[in-house]
């Protein structure tokens, strides 16, 4: 069945330095894959998407990159702040069949920046 | 422009109550999603309203059941309420067909059930 799984559940980083969290997906039929933070206390944040045909996608500080290839998805953070500390979700979407409508998430990567 | 918002913040119940959560989505969102959130596990998919209906429902048992309103708040409720029940409840909503897979999210109903 659908996964979308993360290779680490922790990551830690000084303030100014780039973060990479990674993310692993399993279902090819997949039409896009989305980033979410979400801060303690609160709901999960949308922070970029890509669609299944791109590569990658970049938005403010943030650069998303999809290797289809390998089934990996990748969330880019430049310039971390602490402000950045939350756990990350990666997410997918399949738009066919019994998921219509349905986001598959991620177990969640722990972001922790060090000022 | 106001977020997803959900009620109540926190809600405790014992074993065999009823439960019902309540959200209103983002204006001008006609779809409405609601994720279960259990503690040290993602995000689990329960429904999806979209204008009035029904569209698709998770794993879940029937006991978890839910309406989309004309104004498309939404009300998820979950009978005979389970220990294993307690859980973060996520409300989520987007703008509707053509937008699903862009979900904005509300901060959730704490449902601990004693």
């Known amino acids: 069945g659908e996964s979308v799984g993360l290779h680490l559940p922790t990551l830690s980083v000084q303030e100014g330095d780039n973060s990479i969290i990674n993310c692993a997906y399993s279902?090819?039929?997949?039409?896009?894959f989305i980033w979410y933070k979400q801060e303690s206390g609160k709901g999960p944040q949308f922070i970029i998407d890509?669609?299944?045909?791109?590569d990658k996608r970049q938005g403010q500080r943030v650069t998303v990159l999809l290797n289809k290839t390998v089934k990996h998805l990748s969330l880019q953070i430049a310039a971390t702040q602490p402000g950045d500390s939350a756990v990350y979700f990666c997410?997918?979407?399949?738009?066919?069949?019994?998921?219509?409508?349905?986001?598959?998430f991620g177990q969640g990567t722990i972001l922790t920046v060090h000022p | 422009e106001a977020g997803v918002t959900q009620s109540p913040t926190h809600l405790i119940k014992t074993r065999g109550q009823q439960a019902t959560l309540r959200c209103s989505p983002i204006?001008?969102?006609?779809?409405v999603y609601w994720y279960q959130q259990a503690l040290g596990l993602g995000l689990q998919f329960l429904l999806w309203?979209?204008?009035?209906?029904?569209?698709n429902r998770g794993n879940f048992p029937p006991r978890f059941s839910g309406r989309q309103f004309p104004n498309y708040s939404s009300e998820l409720n979950v009978n005979a309420l389970e220990l294993e029940d307690s859980a973060l409840y996520l409300c989520?909503?987007?703008?509707?067909?053509?937008?699903?897979?862009?979900?904005?999210f509300g901060a959730g109903t704490r449902l601990s059930v004693l």
């Open positions: 989520a909503s987007s703008l509707g067909i053509l937008a699903k897979n862009i979900q904005y």
């Open positions: 279902n090819s039929a997949s039409d896009y």
């Open positions: 890509i669609r299944s045909n791109m």
């Open positions: 997410a997918e979407y399949d738009a066919g069949g019994t998921s219509y409508g349905k986001l598959t």
């Open positions: 204006s001008g969102h006609t779809s």
């Open positions: 309203y979209d204008e009035g209906e029904e569209r």
